[in-house]
């Protein structure tokens, strides 16, 4: 907290919200900067880790976590988002929609000349692209910016303080859940609070439904009505962005094996596919115009790729094609990654069909967390430290289950990676 009030010195959002666009040019070329930024969130991270041992056996009550979080959270969104500038595209997709009545999917913001905000947002980097998340998120975002309408700081401050409060609840949630420790290791993670504090990122909305998902899935009664209830809310998460569609098998076979009687499961097979067809129709409905809607938003998402921000597999089979001088090696590298990745993908499915009743859901809910350890490591040509939030929920979630010490090992070690990871990404 002490470092975080001696940053608002320098990255006070105040400073720089005005002409944003300038701002990251000259974080970006300012290397003290970013490694003073990375060697304290490496410091914190160490901290985190030491008060973690300590606090394992006997973790704060769950009312001091919250009320630490909020504390820390009042600071933490005057802080100018350095690592990242999607809240300010965030804000230009909204009002596309919200206040100027034209599709996200279809039309850019470059387009909006008359737009209030169009002198500070028509230099951001993706204001010329049209949206890459799920329709909930454009709809939760476009209220917001129809709320606060023209009012450039008050739009920012309020997608902040509304990420904010959702990990706030998030951390509410998994200390009623998961426990006390659990709580405390989510809330205070320095990678999720530099993420959905500070830069402002929807991995926190993904994680909220996800959250609700497993808690229907895992606490609550194995009946019909609570197994497509958690079927809905992770469809939700998909439609905030489409991360979640690949744990969506695994965790609707895990709702399908826990029904008890043969009549819930063959309802369940019939229903869930609905639920998920209908919750989806509904909430493309404002902004359908073809199968092209369903489409682009993820075929945009593949179109960005760094040699050096890609995943490992990808980055790996690269440098070997490179070296064996073949042509179109960045293609045949992306080709390599999703094929291996769709192979293992099909390969857990065909073991828990196979396996059949000797699984249980425990296994099953191992194996969705090894295939988006899988996922991550071998399908994104455009791989960003944000993305891996999710992937620390899902470690929570197996230590949780497992009461194994490697998922926690991964988790500090993902957080580390991902903070470290900042030096190259500026």
Known sequence: MTISLFALKYFFLLNYYTNHSEAYRYFSNNFIIYLLLVGSLILISIIYILLDKKLSQSPPRLAIILTGLIILSAILILVFPIGASDIFLYLIQARTWALHGLNPYTNNYLQLITDAFYPGLKDNYWAGQTSSYGPL????????????KNNFLASILGL???FAS????????????????FAWLY??????????????????LLIFFCLLSFYWLWFKIPNLKNSLLAIFFLTLGVLIKFTPIIILPFWGLALFWRLKDRPSKKLFLILSPL???STGFLIYLPFWQGIKTLIDPISNQMHFFSYLLSSPIIALSYNLFMTLKLDNSWYLATLTGRSLFLAFFMLLIGRIIWTGKKLNIKKILNYSILIMIIFYASFFPWLMPWYFTFLLLLLLIGYYLNKDQKYLTAFYAITFLEITYYLILR
Not at 170 to 181: D, E, F, P, V, Y
Not at 187 to 200: K, S
Request: glycine share 12%.
């Open 160 to 162: 902040k303080i509304f």
């Open 275 to 277: 639920l998920i067809l």
């Open 187 to 204: 809330a205070f993670n320095p990678l999720i609070l530099f993420e959905f504090l500070i830069n402002g990122h929807n991995e926190v």
């Open 166 to 181: 959702i990990h706030l609840v998030n951390a509410g949630l998994i200390g009623k859940t998961l426990g006390k420790r």
């Open 137 to 148: 998120f454009i709809l939760i975002t476009g209220g917001l910016s129809f709320i606060f």
